[in-house]
């Protein structure tokens, strides 16, 4: 086992490198993705051979020099994911057992794209970020000033910090990619890395030139919001003059959640962005706090991820 995981981990390391830092990855995600689940399930059946340095163990991604760094006053996590309906049922059932109280679950898109947080003083933007490791990202205030889904100044002078998706439309891409064709660039293998390379840009024209666009769907630090629910506080998040994407919905019962799971995974090819997969969180904030996080993930969320 110690030297199955020993060959794993310098390669997820090297490919994790390819997709954070050069927004150009050798292997699809799914590829990723599996040989990751081998390493986390060698990691849980021989705790022993974990190392500091296996990707299990922080979030993916690092700061490129170029960019001022931010520490994030939150960290920013990733999500645990699963790639069958019969672990998200596991997941359910066992975070039910653990809490009776949580019957009421957020259903949403998982939209392929960058993570980005923006942090607001008296409702004026002061910073937008990259997720880069968590706890450090990159500074692209100038740039994340360039999309104009992106309020500058909220409906209420209040001080939030808002993380949400940064990506670029499929429409967006292919014209993006023709043009580079034609100048004689190399081509974005897919919409989440040419979201990631036009953002992370040091020169913020090239940004604006891009068209990215942007959903909110997390507040790091809710303290000046109404909202006590992840549906409540997506509505605010609108009303303060963010995009979110509409497409959530409340469900009650395993049932429900893969019924709009089913409904996503059907309706994938029609939407105008690239999703890949779906986000159940649980509905009630006051819980989400209770429930907590680990290092890398929230234990009040899960991704359903689709397969490509
Ligand atoms: C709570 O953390 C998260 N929530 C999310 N929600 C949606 N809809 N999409 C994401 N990509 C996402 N990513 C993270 C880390």
């Known amino acids: 086992a110690r030297q199955a995981a020993d060959e794993l981990r310098p390669q997820l390391i090297r490919w994790g490198k390819e997709y954070y830092e050069n927004d150009q990855p050798s292997v699809p995600d799914a590829e990723y993705d599996q040989v990751y689940n081998q390493l986390v399930k060698l ?33 920013m996590l990733s999500l645990g994911d699963v790639f069958s309906k019969e672990e998200l049922n596991n997941f359910i059932e066992r975070l039910q ?13 998982k939209i392929d794209g960058l ?32 999309i104009p889904s992106i309020p500058q100044k909220l409906t209420r002078p209040i001080n939030i910090e808002v993380r949400g998706e940064c990506y670029m439309s499929k429409t967006e891409f292919l014209k993006l ?3 580079r ?14 979201a990631a390379g036009s953002l992370r840009q040091l020169d913020p024209k090239v940004t604006a030139e891009r068209h990215l666009s942007t959903f909110m769907y997390n ?13 409540g506080m ?47 969180k649980t509905n009630s904030l006051p819980l989400q706090m209770k429930i907590g996080h680990t290092v890398k993930v929230p234990k009040w969320a899960i991704a359903y991820k689709f397969s490509p």
């Open 43 to 75: 990691e849980e059946q021989f705790p022993n051979i974990v190392t500091s340095d296996s990707p299990t163990q922080q979030v993916g991604g690092n700061v490129d020099s170029d960019f001022t760094k931010v520490k994030h006053p939150i960290p």
């Open 115 to 146: 993570s980005i947080s923006l942090r607001y003083e008296n409702g004026i933007l002061v910073q937008g970020s990259t997720r880069g490791n968590g706890k450090i990202g990159e500074d692209i205030t100038k740039n994340i000033k360039m």
């Open 177 to 179: 990619n023709e043009r």
């Open 219 to 231: 507040v790091a630090d809710y303290s000046d919001l109404q909202a006590t629910t992840q549906s």
């Open 234 to 280: 997506l509505k605010e998040l609108k009303e303060l003059g963010f995009t979110v994407d509409e497409d959530f919905q409340v469900a009650y019962t395993i049932d429900e959640i893969n019924q709009y799971v089913d409904k996503y995974q059907q309706q994938r090819n029609d939407l105008s962005y690239g999703i890949d997969g779906i986000v159940i």
């Open 181 to 194: 064709q034609i100048d004689g660039k190399t081509t974005f293998a897919n919409p989440r890395n040419a």
């Open 97 to 109: 057992k653990e809490y009776p109280e949580d019957q009421e679950f957020n259903c949403e898109l």
